[in-house]
């Protein structure tokens, strides 16, 4: 268990509408990411953080900012949902010292 | 990193050995192979990964052909909970924290 936590779990909201995704991690690791998952794209890197304050964008950020203000939380945003942002996203941590990624459990988020 | 090929899917019966394949015929003398797995609307789990020796943990086995082309994933016992996407990724490992690539992997049924 890497201590990692996703909230909500579960959301449905409006086009046009701000969302905003929390990842939390108990054990103070440098490297966190936010990934989205799509039927026939597999999972696709939006943003991730390599320290606090360092951001740095993926494949696929258009849409989306994230803000990392301590080691222990990593926000993902969407300034304004739309409806091709219906996914589940999931976030992912990795221990400095190795290259193994550590999930969390997901958030499926459906913009109506 | 190097392209995997993976059956999009395979049977086991309960309580066997569940051998997943991955070809990986382009692999680079520095890049690991990766095993990941993905239960049914849960975040991806790390599973295990080698470079040229065969490797076991508490999860699994992997068995890495000698010219390193491919190898194959070995769950010993299977049980109904390892039904899951199993995903074979090579990468070169490193603690700067790239993205992580995942194809479409192999559906495991484990079946009673």
């Known amino acids: 268990d890497a201590g990692i936590t996703q909230s909500p779990r579960h959301k449905v909201t409006e086009t046009g509408t701000p969302v905003t995704l929390r990842c939390h991690q108990t054990e103070n690791h440098r490297y966190m990411y936010w990934y989205r998952q799509d039927p026939g794209h597999g999972l696709r890197l939006i943003h991730y953080?390599?320290?606090?304050?360092?951001?740095d964008k993926g494949e696929v950020s258009d849409g989306y900012s994230v803000s990392r203000s301590k080691t222990e939380d990593f926000l993902l945003t969407l300034e304004s949902a739309t409806s091709s942002q219906t996914s589940v996203y999931f976030c992912?941590?990795?221990?400095?010292?190795?290259?193994?990624?550590?999930f969390g459990p997901g958030t499926r988020l459906t913009v109506l | 990193d190097a392209k995997t090929t993976q059956p999009p899917s395979m049977d086991c019966a309960e309580g066997r050995a569940a051998n997943l394949p991955c070809n990986h015929s382009t692999i680079s003398g520095n890049e690991y192979v990766y095993w990941y797995r993905q239960i049914h609307s849960q975040g991806p789990q790390y599973i295990i990964h080698g470079l040229k020796n065969n490797e076991t943990n508490e999860m699994a086995s992997l068995i890495i052909t000698e010219d390193r082309k491919s190898s194959t994933l070995i769950l010993p016992h299977a049980t109904l909970r390892d039904t899951a996407v199993y995903y074979c990724i090579v990468r070169v490992s490193e603690t700067s924290g790239s993205r992580l690539t995942f194809g479409e992997g192999t559906q495991l049924t484990v079946n009673p």
């Open positions: 992912a941590l990795k221990p400095g010292n190795t290259d193994t990624q550590y």
């Open positions: 953080s390599y320290g606090v304050k360092d951001t």
